[in-house]
């Protein structure tokens, strides 16, 4: 007869990532579904700065803990720094051999057009993720009270076909929710990740187990890469600019003048916050170290060394007693 095999008493855990752009209400979301008290955004600065996680709650008989992540904005933290902040995180995760469950993107169904900062947090985030993780992504339109059914639907269904929007990832396997801001709805989007095996995020990959730099990896490239488009902008409105100002100097328009020569320097001031931006971008890196063995590891392979050596010393004599080498 088999030894009878106590059954593990080990609850399964899971984490999973909240992603979106600043407001989006990741915070919320994760309050209302964990019971969590994290600080809530009340004006239009952006709120949540650093990583942070809720408390574990469990459902389904899994142990789950949300993590909250900042997201890009126009007001406070740079893009550079964003990126650097999350590229941290996921990257330790992985050192250390813990796999995500999952990743929701939220996004406001109210939004009545894609502002740069939330087509870069989309464009972002797909790469980041990777196609072989859109399976586990759960892409969650919220705040559908603050507009009516139709205009949420005809929104929804444009997001759902525009190429620049969420088309792709979901043609890739990503998922989409709608979340109304109860904890039910918040449970039924977790609950469609605990069904997925956990996975490992591109950039994980790219910055771990390639030794990537940051902008190396095809998240910091599509920064650059809106960033460069960007430039492109400016510069065409430069040479208008220019063009304009040409005109004006024929006529001796000393008000227009001055109109164009303001619109210049708030163009090189932009400029010059790209550059800097493009910096930090070029310029980040990990922070995280090599993951260290767990001490009880250590002490018990030493001790099943020792107890392994006074064995054979008992047969073998002249073996050293010294097992401080261990
Ligand atoms: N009506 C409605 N308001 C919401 C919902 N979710 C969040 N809000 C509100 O939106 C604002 C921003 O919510 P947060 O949860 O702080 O958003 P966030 O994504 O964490 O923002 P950052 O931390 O700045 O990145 C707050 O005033 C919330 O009360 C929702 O589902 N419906
Ligand atoms: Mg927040």
């Not at 591109?202 to 430039?231: H, N, S, Y």
């Not at 001796?252 to 003048?257: G, K, S």
Request: charged share 30%; aromatic share 6%; hydrophobic share 35%.
């Amino acid at each position: 007869m088999l030894p009878f095999k106590k059954p593990s008493t080990k609850q399964p855990t899971a984490c999973i990532a909240v992603m979106g752009c600043t407001g989006a209400g990741k915070t919320t979301f994760i309050n209302v579904a964990s019971a969590s008290d994290l600080r809530v955004g009340v004006g239009l600065e952006s709120c949540t700065e650093t990583i942070q996680m809720s408390k574990p709650f469990e459902l389904d008989g899994v142990e789950v803990t949300l993590v909250d992540t900042p997201g890009f904005d126009d007001t406070n933290k740079s893009d550079g720094e964003i990126l650097n902040i999350v590229c941290d995180f996921l990257s330790s995760e992985h050192q250390h051999g813990r796999k995500l469950q999952g990743v929701i993107y939220l996004h406001r169904i109210s939004d009545n057009r894609m502002a740069g900062s939330a087509t870069r947090n989309l464009r972002f985030f797909a790469q980041l993720c990777g196609d072989e993780a859109l399976g586990n992504c759960a892409i969650t339109t919220n705040m559908w009270s603050l507009v009516s059914p139709q205009v949420g639907g005809e929104r929804e269904q444009e997001l759902k076909s525009k190429d620049n929007f969420f088309k792709p990832m979901l043609s890739q396997g990503a998922s989409l929710f709608r979340h109304d801001n109860t904890i039910e709805s918040a449970h039924k989007v977790i609950q469609h990740l605990l069904h997925k095996t956990p996975m490992v995020l591109a950039i994980q990959r790219e910055l771990v187990d390639e030794k990537k730099r940051v902008f190396e990896t095809k998240a910091g490239a599509a920064l650059l890469g809106e960033i460069a488009e960007l430039e492109k902008k400016h510069q065409e409105e430069l040479r208008k600019l220019n063009e304009e100002m040409a005109e004006v100097m024929e006529q001796h328009d000393e008000e227009a003048r001055l109109e164009i020569e303001e619109a210049k320097r708030e163009l090189f001031e932009q400029q010059k916050k790209l550059e800097e931006e493009k910096a930090k971008i070029r310029n980040a890196s990990i922070t995280t170290t090599e993951p260290q063995p767990l001490p009880q590891e250590g002490g018990r392979i030493a001790k099943i060394w020792r107890s392994f050596r006074r064995f054979f010393r008992r047969f073998v004599p002249c073996l050293p007693s010294d097992d401080s080498a261990v």
